[in-house]
């Protein structure tokens, strides 16, 4: 199997890497950016850049996901617990846990199946149907 340069391109320190790719985007008709810009960026932490790009917040997030999803198929019951548990902030005392078996049993008696407040599923459905949070329900032209 043939060596790439992302093989080595991925063993290089920060700076090296800045100013390769500085160089690569030279390379496409002249365009000149800094090694600097390039360094800022590769040196930021994961969360500082989700904060500012929608896709990399869905790649941090799609573990979680997927976690969840399966955790949730598996076996309902005990994924509700484990998020009241969390929610409440629990601890993994007797009294606790039978405080916990109750709530559950008390969500699980209701049939609603919705564990959020409806504030904030009111807040998501708004913020998706006008794309930024209206107050009072006025649409967004």
Do not use: W
């Amino acid at each position: 199997m043939s060596r790439k340069y992302y093989d080595d391109f991925s063993k290089m320190p920060v700076d090296k890497m800045a100013q390769s790719i500085s160089d690569m985007t030279y390379s496409y008709k002249g365009t000149m950016v800094p090694k600097k810009h390039y360094k800022d960026i590769l040196d930021k932490e994961l969360q500082e850049l989700a904060s500012n790009d929608i896709n990399i917040e869905r790649m941090l997030l799609q573990p979680y996901i997927d976690m969840m999803s399966k955790m949730l198929k598996e076996n309902s019951k005990y994924f509700y617990k484990a998020l009241l548990m969390v929610e409440l902030k629990a601890k993994d005392t007797a009294v606790e846990i039978n405080a916990i078996n109750t709530a559950y049993d008390a969500f699980d008696d209701s049939k609603l199946k919705n564990i959020l407040n409806e504030d904030i599923v009111e807040v998501f459905e708004n913020v998706k149907k006008n794309g930024v949070y209206v107050a009072d329900e006025e649409e967004v032209n």
